[in-house]
């Protein structure tokens, strides 16, 4: 499953859509994978995604 571009296998990382369109990504580590993950979720939406 690491060898997939299309998937993730850990927490902390989100893709930051613009207007339906890839622009990037934000990506969070040290706390625990949920949490990482949800602070990644957050500033994506901040950025607009």
């Known amino acids: ?3 997939r571009r299309d998937l993730v296998p ?3 990382g989100v ?3 613009i207007a339906g369109r890839l622009a ?3 990506a969070v580590s ?3 994978s949920i949490q990482d993950h949800e602070i990644a979720q957050r500033a994506a939406s901040l950025l607009g995604g």
């Open 1 to 3: 499953m690491i060898a």
């Open 10 to 12: 850990f927490g902390g």
């Open 15 to 17: 893709p930051l859509l």
């Open 24 to 26: 990037g990504a934000v």
């Open 30 to 32: 040290g706390a625990t």
